[in-house]
């Protein structure tokens, strides 16, 4: 094959979790160009990638994207989200595609009926099972995140003296992060400097967390770019998070990570891949999972699996830095 094109659109985390598939790719077909195609947003996370040949955006146009693509001439396509829209490019590009098996029913199940059906392996090694026709398997590399030259931060000018942890405090849904109460909890019991990053929305809490605990707490919620991010967690001596997109950067960057489970759970697949880590969660809980992805409420109002978790983890691994 001269030429293979790999479908993602999105979104951060899924699309770090697809690199092992891009990277032997091209370790098996080597004389190959690698394309991908993805969300306008997301492309800059391709950027330094040296696997990938070129990448295409998808810009709400996707007759405009397959007109694109057809000139290429590709040999295969592998459809790396496999969702409507993924399905229809493939449509209008004449090409059966290579595909993954996301386990969808099965994550249902194991959130509606508490059956867990899904396969006892990662995520991505699934990927790997799906793509057997293309006789590619784990090298066992873990997760790829390049950081592109001149986006790494040096924490000294920015404040940020010694050894320090980092909290990536954001998550895609409010189930998945830690309640206020509960960070503060965090903040006031760890021991050592705690650096936060996040988005614009996280911000609001780090500044009051910051606030709180101002010989403690650095807040670099949107201060910096993803890439910077991924710098000081690079560099932290380790890192929690949530079960978000920060959690596979850090995976991918081979940090130690302590893990906030809430609505979600490990079995889905998604934990951190070939990397040290601890599940930090409320295990004997009978309403988890209660979502695939996550949702803003709890169904039950509670919220106990995140706001009865024990941190204690977390606290004795900053008494050892």
Partial sequence: MNKILCIRFSSLGDIVLTTPIIRTLKTRYPN??????????????????????????????????????????????????????????????????????????????????????????????????????????????GLDFFIPKGQELNPKEWGIEGKYIVYAIGAQYTTKVLSY??????????????????????????????????????????????AGSASLMKQAEFVIAHDSSMMHIAAALKKKLFVLWGATHSDFGFYPYQTEYTSVEMSSLDCRP??????????????????????????????HI
């Avoid at 919220?303 to 983890?313: G, I, T």
């Fill in 32 to 141: 190959a160009q690698i394309h991908v195609a993805t969300k306008q947003s997301y492309a800059n996370l391709w950027q330094g990638n040296p696997y990938v040949h070129q990448v295409h955006c998808y810009q709400d146009n996707l007759w405009k994207l397959a007109s694109e693509l057809r000139n290429e001439g590709f040999d295969a396509v592998i459809d790396l989200h496999k969702n409507i829209r993924s399905h229809l490019l493939c449509f209008l590009l004449g090409k059966i595609p290579y595909q993954i098996d996301k386990f969808t029913r099965e994550r249902k199940l194991l959130v509606k009926k508490k059956i867990n059906y899904l396969p006892k392996k990662h995520l991505v090694d699934r990927y790997f099972d799906s793509l057997k026709k293309l006789d590619i398997r784990s090298d066992g590399q």
């Fill in 181 to 226: 109460p509960k960070m503060i909890e965090l903040c006031d019991r760890i021991q050592g400097k705690l650096v936060l990053i996040g988005d614009a929305w996280d911000e609001h809490f780090a500044y009051r967390l910051q606030t709180l605990f101002p010989e403690k707490v650095i807040n670099m919620c949107n201060r910096t770019s993803v």
């Fill in 290 to 319: 209660c979502s695939t992805q996550g949702t803003n409420y709890c169904p039950l109002g509670h919220f106990d699996c995140l706001n009865k978790v024990s941190l204690e983890p977390i606290i004795s691994a900053s008494q």
